[in-house]
């Protein structure tokens, strides 16, 4: 109700303060996500970021982010987006790093005018991985026989249940040296000669927020509340970006009741769950 009489006055009887918006992205990124576990990605967060630079007053936009990287993707469909609403509003991005911005997260970083990080927060990792896991002794000692039929002599490349094979994996390393370049050139392309010269920067190695000062990774040390107040004054106001609630509190429209529906969000939860933690754990967290 106070906010609400507040944006009836007119502006010379207001309060003089700078409201800015902040948009939280945490988490792994990932392209599917559910209704009951929502994930990082462009389809989540796109509405949230187009709220955001809406608020045509603010001097900036700013973000506080917090992800061990995940779908490269996503990654970078979430930058672009941040950049494209950033030139078409003419905004200032201002990235808060929380925990971390590894990988993924630090590519969403770059887009960012300036990035700000915690001391002892996590930035970098700048590489590419793939893991799985292979079956093939398991099914063996179970009496399965793994019986695959296809149109196309590469159409099972690597195939868990099968003996590794060493082409399969040499093709799947020119696709992470593709992606690899992307990453990097999206690096220097935003960081410049802020870049210092070192030739671990891309080697996927991962730093602390000050190593991460150092070697021209980020902007600035600091958390949000503290860098905006001193930049916009103690009257600054941030407020947090959200999109429309359920009945029961999540910002996801239509959430079902359907017995199958929970039941098989439950499953795919479980091996969101397990990837997630397995980002996370790359970096103690």
């Not at 994996?169 to 070192?198: C, S």
């Amino acid at each position: 109700m106070a906010g609400l009489l507040r944006r009836l006055l007119p502006k010379r009887f207001r309060k003089r303060e700078t409201v800015i918006p902040v948009v939280r992205m945490h988490g792994a990124i990932m392209a599917g996500g559910s209704q009951f576990r929502p994930a990082l990605n462009l389809a989540t967060y796109a509405p949230l970021l187009e709220k955001a630079f809406a608020s045509k007053d603010a001097p900036v936009v700013a973000i506080s982010l917090n992800s061990p990287g995940g779908s490269p993707v996503q990654s970078r469909m979430i930058y672009q987006r941040i950049r494209m609403l950033a030139e078409e509003n003419d905004k200032k991005v201002l990235i808060f790093v929380e925990d971390v911005a590894a990988s993924g997260g630090y590519m969403i970083a770059l887009a960012g005018d300036e990035i700000i990080a915690d001391p002892t927060s996590i930035v970098g990792s700048i590489g590419v991985v793939s893991g799985g896991f292979g079956f093939p002794e398991l099914l063996k000692k179970i009496g399965v026989e793994r019986r695959v039929y296809t149109a196309g002599e590469n159409k099972a490349i690597l195939d868990p249940f099968q003996p590794e094979k060493e082409s399969d994996v040499e093709y799947l390393k020119t696709l992470q040296i593709e992606i690899h370049k992307v990453f990097m050139d999206m690096v220097r392309m935003r960081r410049g000669d802020k870049l210092a010269d070192d030739p671990y920067i891309f080697s996927g190695l991962f730093w602390t927020g000050m190593r991460g000062l150092d070697l021209g990774l980020i902007d600035g040390l600091g958390d949000m509340r503290d860098v905006l107040r001193r930049r916009y004054g103690k009257k600054v106001k941030l407020e947090l970006i959200t999109g429309a609630r359920s009945l029961f509190g999540k910002r996801i429209p239509g959430v079902s009741l359907n017995a199958e529906h929970i039941a098989a969000a439950s499953v795919a939860g479980l091996a969101e769950v397990a990837e997630e933690k397995a980002l996370w754990g790359r970096f103690g967290l």
